[in-house]
């Protein structure tokens, strides 16, 4: 049987509890999980034959609810969906090699959530909108001198302000979310435009007693702006917070 | 009183757990037993389900985690 990795999990305080805990949780075809530690470090697994796993949907989002029900009880880093090795041995050697790494991330995320954001907009409405409230000057042309040059280049500068004034918004309200963010001293990592509805995309690691604080800065911030929607999703084990190469 | 702000809903929920549990996480290279073919995502207009495949696909290609998200454009911490 291979083993398919769930988890890297931080077993510092709870290390004969680790086992009983795992116990009470089913991993995706139902079975038992187990936890193969070095140090204080734990892989929780599962024995999966590679060959029988099926890659889809369901099963990606069993996955997905195993590490949930885990990272109720301990602070870990999710594994990406199919990571299997073949054996125990190979498990272990590889928590062996890449102890430091993991330990430095473990403690990272120690106590904290993260939360994604997303800020979805009609960037073509936001436009028209900014352009209303607060019109471009138009540059009088004399017709004598109005060449179609002159008149293509008016026109794409035209555009080009309306376009640096939704840029100039979105900046604003990411100003507006790291302001809030820099207060609450959490990670995070923000797009902007991340296409043409999504005005921004951001992930945030924040400590677990911070999450109402967060929700309420949120809901002030799509309060102040009503013709954009502020759409928060989490707690989340720390999915987007792991910078670990392994060795 | 900001209940709204948290999103409950089964699309969107789905979306983001998707794309955490595939594209995000500890990265076993070459351990991925993923294949496009057999995966049955499917999410009509959703771009980043697409990303995500698209994630598995260069994975699959052998290029490096650090490779893909270079490709990807990731934007640095903050």
Sequence with gaps: ?247 | MYDNVIDRSRDMSLLEVLDRVLNKGVILVGDLVISVADIDLVYVGVKLMLSSVETMEQLKDGKTPAEVEKLAGKTPEI
């Design chain 1, 1 to 247: 049987m291979d083993k398919l990795i769930y988890a890297i999990l931080l077993n510092k305080s709870k290390t004969d509890n680790l086992q009983q805990t795992l116990s009470g949780i089913e991993g995706i075809d139902k079975s038992a999980l187990n936890a193969i530690s070095f140090g204080t470090i734990s892989a929780v697994c599962g024995n999966f034959n590679k060959s029988d796993f099926a890659a889809n949907q369901a099963v990606a989002l069993a996955f997905a609810g195993v590490i949930d029900e885990v990272a109720k009880h301990f602070t870990l880093l999710p594994m990406r969906f199919g990571s299997f090795m073949k054996t125990s041995e190979d498990v272990s050697k590889m928590l062996e090699k890449n102890h430091d790494g993991f330990l430095q991330n473990l403690e990272k995320v120690e106590n904290k959530f993260e939360f994604g954001l997303k800020v979805f907009g009609d960037s073509t409405k936001i436009q028209e909108h900014l352009k209303a409230t607060n019109p471009i000057e138009e540059k009088v042309v004399d017709e004598n001198e109005a060449s179609k040059f002159k008149s293509y280049v008016n026109k794409k500068l035209r555009a080009h302000r309306i376009e640096e004034r939704l840029l100039s918004f979105v900046d604003t309200i990411v100003a507006e979310i790291t302001l809030y963010l820099k207060q609450m001293e959490a990670t995070s990592r923000i797009q902007k435009m991340a296409s043409e509805s999504i005005l921004v995309d951001g992930v945030f690691l924040i400590k677990k007693n911070q999450q109402q604080q967060l929700v309420e800065a949120i809901g002030d911030l799509q309060k102040q702006y009503p013709e954009i929607k502020f759409v928060l999703t989490g707690p989340w084990p720390p999915y987007s917070f792991v910078e670990i190469k392994l060795k």
